[in-house]
């Protein structure tokens, strides 16, 4: 196998010159760099990543624990991640805390003894043993789509990336609202976790903006998994009335959701009005197709790099949040026409809006960014 001082030979450069440029550690000259550049690829050599590590005092590595396997969020987010984390040149460990604190806290506490430069890290519902870990190694971390870490003053201790939850969740509520439902559920997220607050308060947001009363039985938990969300929607269509129009939290509620209409003859939008937190691939292919607000899922993957990296490239600065906006994806779960019968549907959403208490249909609005 090629050696490095094979490729200084190579390039006409000092063993030392070659060392610099392929663990970054000094700045070189630009035709100095592509000539070890050239030559590596000539030669095909390969550098030794335990050597390197012992030279930078960094691996190059990133953990990350999402639950991925359970979410398909996470799964999205994990790509963006990936992709980001490659083109910097960095490789992930990959470790699936399952959303349970206890486990939480050994796959992360496993990630920092395999020596990862920094750690991405979605926190279940009870974080404060990983919070305490991290904090007391010292670990670089970005806390992903979960606000958890805030001081006394509202400054995080960690960074954190996520989206925006508490205006996306009120666009749906007054959307539906527009259309003249008066009762309208929700499916709300497992307790503990800030998406599952912040879109409570979009909520209830949006029942304010739209000169509706608050009625805490149409808030049922649906612990941000499709079984939960089967019972709680069971829970709402028991109510007397029941809502006719509900939202749910996130993707795997949405599919619990449509599983409990179904099993109570209930069809969407006909019976009942749907709209929902979290976009995903198929949501598209449903009939009804499905209005969503639809999170930057592998966006707000690649932002956690950027900001891990910034991090570790300033360790002193403060730490920061990051909110990435979400998008409004209109289709027809709402109750509302496909867009081509937009003067039709605009006919009747004037004549649904005369009669009182009853659910009118709209022309579609425009998809838009929400944050």
Known sequence: MPTM????RSAGVSVATVSHVLNETRPVLPHTRQAVLDAVEELGYTPNTLARSLVTSRTRS?????SAISNPFFTEILQGVEAAALERGYGLLIADPHDDPEH??????????????????APSADPG???????????PTVLLDRVVDEDVDGAPRFDQVCAENTGPTARL????????????????????LSTTDERITGYRQGLAAAGLPLDDALVVPGNSESA??????????????????????NNAMTIGALRALRAHGLRVPDDIALCCFDDFAWADLFSPRLTAVAQPSREIGAEAVRVLLERLASPGRAARTVRLPCAFVHRTSCGCPEADGEAAAAARAADGARHAGRPAHCAPPEEGTLS
């Open 104 to 121: 939480e806290r050994k796959v992360v506490r496993l990630l920092h003894e395999r020596r990862v430069d920094g750690m991405i890290v």
């Open 5 to 8: 001082a094979d490729v200084a």
């Open 129 to 139: 043993a990983l919070l305490a870990y991290l904090g007391r190694h010292d670990v």
């Open 228 to 249: 939960g969300a089967e019972r709680a929607t069971a829970a709402l269509m028991s109510l007397t009335p029941p809502p006719t129009a509900l939202v749910t939290a």
């Open 62 to 66: 990133i953990g990350l624990a999402v």
């Open 173 to 192: 509520v007054t959307h539906l609202a527009a259309l003249g439902h008066r009762r309208i559920g929700l499916v709300a997220g497992l307790s503990g």
